[in-house]
């Protein structure tokens, strides 16, 4: 009894947590988009409302919650609606494992990145979920590219992530970490790393790999018929999506929470937001690749590298 | 107006159009797609329809001249000069040398401010929104001279039938020069970022090819036919305006495809610059109007065809006059709807991001259509 109230209490905490980083980041992470795209592209624009445009996304969220609700005449109601939460929830879940620190983890459980993975997954059938509903051509294509690029990226990101896994021996995050105590993962696996940023890019639907929203081709995509506050959590999903593929590679690839002086979950959230940097200079570098390329880079690409990268891991592990 | 129906029941109409990001205007093209692929297309033009070549009938010349900078807002200032020297032919009026030279100097100018504006709006139609603000940034320094010499900053009414109201003095001189160096400066971050990217590259070699013989079966003109081979440039094979004193090269394409086409433009920016520069060193002293230019301007009858080269192509006009202070008739030969009217065969079999490189690759302004 007793320790069904602890294992309660510690479920409330952790839920109030979560969301409330959920809430800050995505606060955060419109504030740093607009920051660094403004960087890049030389224009004053973010430093008008508040210090350096701190309270622009506040204002937008505020415009947002305003904004009414349109539900077109024609969609697929129950599924239309259901789609940003079903979008939305399995990101939560994935916080679970997140190791933020060796004290700061919700459950340490020993298949961590599994379910990081198999959850991750679930986005894609709230795309295709939300592009069918909404009846629309423009969605529906969005829907369609989703599906094909989801399967094709996964792959090649699983079976990268398999040959740290092989090193590691273990599913368990903080075995991941501790594995790396000497050398990180992104020295002695530097192939992997390029090509677990390049899968985790196109996972999050971020430019280059934006093909399901692609803005000049097929308007806005998976997400036209949204607006209001269902088209933010779409957005809210997708910015949580960037820090837990982040995170993943910083426990995969750079040591997790490790470095000097600072306090653990410090450095990780230093090497998170630098991966997501990392991900927002793509999209404002990069033009968008067209659907089949992208699917050949995928398969005739990143696979057989992701392959042979494994291969490469495993023997040199029976050797050593 | 629509296509078939019921053809192939797997087929089925995306409508691209009138209002999408891509079009950049309001075309509308609607396209009979099997899954990704584009089986047919239709483009829909009409939507901005202002009977442009109706009011000129209802207009004295002069009340029509600002007309023309609102059939093509981009490339406003070839318009105007098309309409003057219609005009200045049919009333046999000369402008003084240094006109001419202000002339070329300005469109020039113009036709660069529109080449970077396609440009920055074609890396957005391919989903690269920095070059975009890059170009826009350089296009602001040629709205800032233009501006400070004809008051406007997009839609320009500049010339006059006989000359130009406002002469050129040492600061837009100095501006100019100063301009010439930046741009030529960017060049390689142009490259950089574009040109050289492994992205750009496999989104626009080998795309869209248009064969010499579709462009000139279609009446293709401007950067679009030049990128397909065939240096045909007005400014050369129909010299006007001071164009003859100047030395420049015409950049042609060799496979005709969407990289071609963008190549084309870059290097035509560099020739303008050439151009301006040597304006610049040439212009002669003297009055910028001719002299005794009626207020109320009568020609006698008769008909004329004057044909300019703009940053899309060929632009003619053609008066008719029957001796009265209105024209006749007047009909515009614009560029883009020649070049708009390939468009079908060339997304044929593509896929829809295939048909929003090229329909951009092809640097439409929808006004001029619709005119």
Redesign the interface.
């Known amino acids: 009894m007793q320790f069904l109230v602890a294992e309660g209490a510690r479920l409330v905490v952790s839920l109030i947590g979560v969301i409330g980083l959920v809430s800050v980041n995505a606060l955060f992470l419109i504030w740093m988009e607009r920051k660094v795209?403004a960087h890049?592209?030389?224009?004053p624009g973010p430093m008008e409302v508040g210090f350096h445009g701190a309270l622009q996304t506040i204002a937008d969220a505020l415009k947002l919650i305003g904004k009414e609700l349109i539900t077109p005449e024609d969609v697929d109601k129950i599924i239309y609606l259901l789609a940003p939460i079903v979008m939305f929830l399995p990101v939560l879940v994935s916080f679970l494992v997140i190791p933020f620190s060796p004290a700061l983890v919700i459950r340490d459980i020993n298949v961590g990145l599994l379910l990081i993975f198999a959850f991750g997954a679930l986005s894609v059938l709230a795309i295709l979920m939300a592009g069918w509903s909404s009846n629309n051509?423009?969605a529906l294509?969005g829907a369609?590219?989703s599906v094909a690029q989801n399967v094709a990226y996964e792959i090649p990101l699983l079976i990268t992530a398999m040959s740290i896994i092989l090193m590691a021996g273990s599913f368990r995050l903080s075995d991941i970490v501790a594995q790396q105590s000497v050398l990180w993962n992104i020295f002695l696996q530097p192939l992997a790393f390029i090509l677990y940023i390049t899968c985790a890019t196109a996972e999050t639907n971020r430019?280059?790999f934006?093909i399901p929203e692609?803005?000049?081709?097929?308007?806005a995509g998976f997400h036209t018929e949204y607006s209001g506050m269902r088209f933010a959590i779409f957005f809210l999903a997708e910015y949580t999506n960037m820090f837990i593929v982040s995170a993943v590679a910083t426990v995969l690839f750079l040591g997790g929470w490790r470095g000097p002086v600072l306090p653990p979950v410090v450095w990780f959230l230093i090497k998170v937001y630098l991966m997501i940097f990392i991900i927002m200079w793509f999209r404002?570098?990069?033009?968008?690749?067209?659907?089949?390329?992208l699917i050949t880079f995928s398969w005739k690409v990143l696979i057989p590298l992701a392959f042979v990268n494994l291969l490469v891991t495993a023997l040199v592990i029976k050797i050593l | 107006m629509m296509l078939e129906k019921g053809v192939e029941e797997k087929t089925f109409y995306l409508n691209l159009g009138p209002q999408h990001p891509s079009t950049h205007g309001v075309l509308r093209i609607v396209l009979e797609m099997d899954g990704e692929f584009i089986i047919n297309s239709d483009p829909v033009i009409g939507y901005g329809h202002r009977a442009h070549e109706k009011m000129a009938e209802l207009r004295t010349y002069q009340q029509y001249l600002p007309n023309m900078g609102r059939v093509d807002y981009l490339h406003a200032l070839a318009y105007n000069q098309c309409y003057c020297m219609a005009v200045e032919k049919l009333a046999g009026i000369t402008p003084p040398e240094r006109a001419e030279f202000i002339r070329v100097i300005t469109s020039e100018l113009n036709r660069l401010s529109s080449h970077l504006l396609w440009f920055g709006a074609y890396l957005m139609d391919l989903g690269a929104f920095t070059p975009f603000l890059y170009c826009f940034d350089d296009r602001e320094q040629i709205l800032d001279l233009l501006d400070r010499l004809t008051g406007s900053r997009l839609t320009y009414c500049f010339y006059r039938f006989g000359g130009v109201p406002v002469d050129i003095d040492d600061e837009f001189t100095a501006g100019c020069r100063a301009f010439i160096q930046r741009l030529r400066s960017r060049w390689d971050d142009y490259d950089d970022l574009v040109t050289k990217n492994v992205i750009f590259i496999h989104r626009t070699r080998d795309v869209g090819i248009l064969t010499p013989e579709l462009a000139l079966k279609y009446g293709v003109t401007g950067p679009n036919l030049r990128g397909s081979g065939i240096a045909y440039d007005i400014r050369r094979s129909e010299p006007f305006s001071a164009y003859p004193l100047f030395d420049f090269e015409i950049p042609t394409g060799e496979r005709g495809d969407i990289m071609d086409r963008y190549l084309v433009r870059l290097r035509e920016m560099e020739q303008s610059l050439r151009i301006i520069e040597q304006a610049l060193d040439k212009i002669p002293n003297g009055p910028i109007m001719a002299e005794k230019v009626p207020k109320r301007l009568k020609p006698a009858e008769g008909e004329v065809y004057t044909a300019v080269e703009t940053a899309r192509g060929e632009f003619g006009c053609y008066i008719v006059s029957k001796g009265d202070v209105k024209p006749y008739r007047i009909k515009l030969r614009v560029p883009c709807f020649s070049n708009l009217s390939i468009l079908p065969e060339l997304i044929k079999n593509t896929m829809v991001a295939d048909a929003v490189a090229i329909l951009g690759s092809i640097d439409l302004v929808i006004p001029e259509i619709d005119r």
């Not at chain 1, 692609?214 to 308007?219: M, N, T």
């Open positions: 795209s890049i592209q030389l224009r051509k423009y294509l369609i590219r430019a280059p934006d692609a803005e000049s081709e097929l308007v404002w570098t990069f033009p968008r690749l067209r659907f089949d390329q």
